[in-house]
């Protein structure tokens, strides 16, 4: 049925509104992108260096008595979901979860899986699952992530894996590549892989003094460490959550441009048919009063 101009005119002022909208959304957007952005990449080089760091001072210790290096035999997981409190930012969110799903259907089918997320939406999503998960928390990622923030949760996370509680910790979230793509990673934290950020320098530890010993530096630097991967995995998610959420929201924009057109020129040639429809009458009016 098609749609008389007063309806249209209606329809076309709803969607102006949405326009207005998404379009302060998208410039919101970009002006929390570029601090969380600058937040991450900052951060990224600190990461890296300690790393090494560490790679090189476990390669140049015996660190067989610490239990966050330890590897054994895995029958429970705890899986960290990291997404955004809110929506309206594409597929950001359901790449996540739907990493997720796939890592507790294959790769730990065999394992019992405690979820802890960080996020209002991993949690919405689970909850209507009938999935309870171990931690829930939110809030956590607003427009500055706090180091703190990330400490109090893997101080339990740790404090679980020591007990025995979980054998095998993995952190689920997006990392932050450019406006356009987040990429979704899969990262372990426990028990600490070193293998693959062992340095080029391998002698880097050799060129400091430690005191009181390499060991007891080590052994401080491991927890702390731990926490700074999930604290950079929450930088890369923020970055990362308000990138596509620009992206959504121009996206939104221009579709409501489009709309817009469209509507308007459906608009005038409904108006333009009322036109020649009075003026045929008018017409025949006038031929009818010659008669």
């Known amino acids: 049925?098609?749609?008389?101009?007063?309806?249209?005119?209606?329809?076309?002022?709803?969607?102006?509104?949405?326009?207005?909208?998404?379009?302060?959304?998208?410039?919101?957007?970009?002006?929390?992108?570029?601090?969380?952005?600058?937040?991450?990449?900052?951060?990224?080089?600190?990461?890296?260096?300690?790393?090494?760091?560490?790679?090189?001072?476990?390669?140049?210790?015996?660190?067989?008595?610490?239990?966050?290096?330890?590897?054994?035999?895995?029958?429970?997981?705890?899986?960290?979901?990291?997404?955004?409190?809110?929506?309206?930012?594409?597929?950001?969110?359901?790449?996540?979860?739907?990493?997720?799903?796939?890592?507790?259907?294959t790769k730990f089918s065999e394992k019992k899986v405690n979820l802890i997320l960080i996020g209002r939406f991993s949690n919405n999503y689970f909850k209507f699952r009938g999935v309870k998960p171990k931690e829930f928390y939110e809030d956590v990622l607003k427009d500055n992530v706090e180091f703190i923030n990330a400490s109090k949760i893997m101080d339990k996370v740790i404090a679980d894996f020591l007990n025995g509680d979980s054998d095998e910790v993995y952190v689920v979230f997006n990392r932050f590549v450019n406006v356009l793509v987040q990429k979704v990673t899969v990262k372990k934290l426990l028990p600490i892989m070193i293998g693959d950020k062992v340095p080029s320098e391998h002698n880097l530890a050799e060129k400091f003094t430690f005191e009181p010993d390499k060991e007891t530096v080590l052994k401080e630097l491991l927890p702390k460490f731990v926490k700074m991967e999930l604290y950079d995995a929450m930088l890369e998610s923020l970055a990362g959550e308000h990138a596509a959420r620009m992206t959504a929201m121009d996206a939104a924009t221009t579709n409501a441009g489009e709309m817009i057109k469209n509507l308007t020129l459906e608009f005038n040639k409904a108006r333009q048919a009322t036109i020649t429809r009075e003026l045929v009458e008018i017409t025949t009016s006038i031929e009818a009063m010659k008669q």
């Open 1 to 105: 049925m098609a749609l008389s101009m007063r309806d249209i005119k209606r329809k076309i002022g709803s969607i102006q509104k949405t326009q207005q909208i998404t379009k302060a959304m998208k410039m919101v957007a970009a002006a929390k992108l570029r601090k969380a952005q600058e937040a991450t990449l900052t951060f990224r080089p600190f990461k890296n260096k300690l790393e090494q760091m560490i790679a090189s001072l476990v390669s140049s210790t015996s660190h067989q008595d610490n239990d966050l290096l330890r590897f054994r035999d895995v029958k429970s997981v705890d899986l960290i979901v990291i997404t955004s409190d809110r929506g309206l930012c594409g597929a950001f969110n359901h790449n996540v979860l739907k990493e997720t799903e796939r890592l507790i259907n």
